[in-house]
């Protein structure tokens, strides 16, 4: 890769300042869209989801772990336990135990998700060294319904994301998702509590 060209400090002073303001513009506007985000309306989920965990069958609702709000990492991960994006594995590459116990502390769950058999998934989690925890809804439309499977050809294009939902009592809510190269900006708490309705 060739070097950046050479210039004066002045001529160098000029272009910081110019890029300091595109800098700022950027600040500005991601802070607009994630209040924008935050205010989006949820939907009522009516439809039941089940999956598959290292301890059995778990529900939707059991992923929350009694809090009020959960983060899924759709993980595209193929029947082979073959990912089958690069996204998906920079993304799970940085939630750590203290980021799990981050948003703990904040009343929110965190959990992969694949549409794949848990046997694939236990094999690559274990040869990846990850703690998070992670199910399989091989058996459900859980990633089909919120766009996240690749053979799925009749729903559109498909993408890995996160998705977040927000519990109040026993009745479950669908606040936002978000796909593909937009989510590569996660990794931090904060920006994944961002996300959520009320941002922590």
Same mark, same amino acid.
């Given at each position: 890769?060739?070097?950046?060209?050479? @210039?004066?400090?002045?001529?160098?002073?000029?272009?910081?300042?110019?890029?300091?303001?595109?800098?700022?513009?950027?600040?500005? @506007?991601?802070?607009?869209?994630?209040?924008?985000?935050?205010?989006?309306?949820?939907?009522?989920?009516?439809?039941? $989801?089940?999956?598959?965990?290292?301890?059995?069958?778990?529900?939707?609702?059991?992923?929350?772990?009694?809090?009020?709000?959960?983060?899924?990492?759709?993980?595209?991960?193929?029947?082979?336990?073959?990912?089958?994006?690069?996204?998906?594995?920079?993304?799970?590459?940085?939630?750590?135990?203290?980021?799990?116990?981050?948003?703990?502390?904040?009343?929110?769950?965190?959990?992969?998700?694949?549409?794949?058999?848990?046997?694939?998934?236990?094999?690559?989690?274990?040869?990846?060294?990850?703690?998070?925890?992670?199910?399989?809804?091989?058996?459900?439309?859980?990633? $089909?319904?919120?766009?996240? @499977?690749?053979?799925?050809?009749?729903?559109?294009?498909?993408?890995?994301?996160?998705?977040?939902?927000?519990?109040?009592?026993?009745?479950?809510?669908?606040? $936002?998702?978000?796909? @593909?190269?937009?989510?590569?900006?996660?990794?931090?708490?904060?920006?994944?509590?961002?996300?959520?309705?009320?941002?922590?």
């Amino acid at each position: 890769m060739s070097l950046p060209q050479v @210039a004066s400090r002045g001529e160098w002073l000029v272009g910081r300042e110019e890029v300091l303001a595109q800098d700022r513009a950027a600040v500005r @506007a991601r802070l607009a869209v994630g209040t924008r985000r935050q205010r989006l309306p949820m939907i009522k989920l009516d439809k039941g $989801y089940e999956f598959e965990g290292p301890d059995g069958r778990s529900t939707l609702s059991d992923l929350f772990l009694g809090m009020r709000r959960l983060l899924v990492c759709h993980f595209l991960l193929g029947p082979d336990g073959e990912p089958e994006c690069t996204s998906c594995r920079a993304a799970a590459e940085e939630v750590s135990a203290d980021l799990l116990t981050r948003l703990r502390g904040r009343e929110t769950s965190f959990v992969a998700v694949s549409h794949a058999p848990l046997a694939a998934i236990e094999k690559y989690k274990e040869r990846r060294g990850w703690g998070f925890p992670w199910y399989s809804c091989f058996s459900s439309d859980f990633n $089909y319904d919120f766009h996240t @499977a690749r053979d799925d050809s009749y729903r559109g294009s498909m993408a890995s994301g996160p998705s977040v939902f927000h519990r109040e009592g026993a009745r479950l809510f669908h606040g $936002y998702s978000m796909f @593909a190269l937009r989510s590569e900006t996660l990794g931090n708490w904060c920006y994944w509590l961002d996300l959520t309705a009320r941002g922590g």
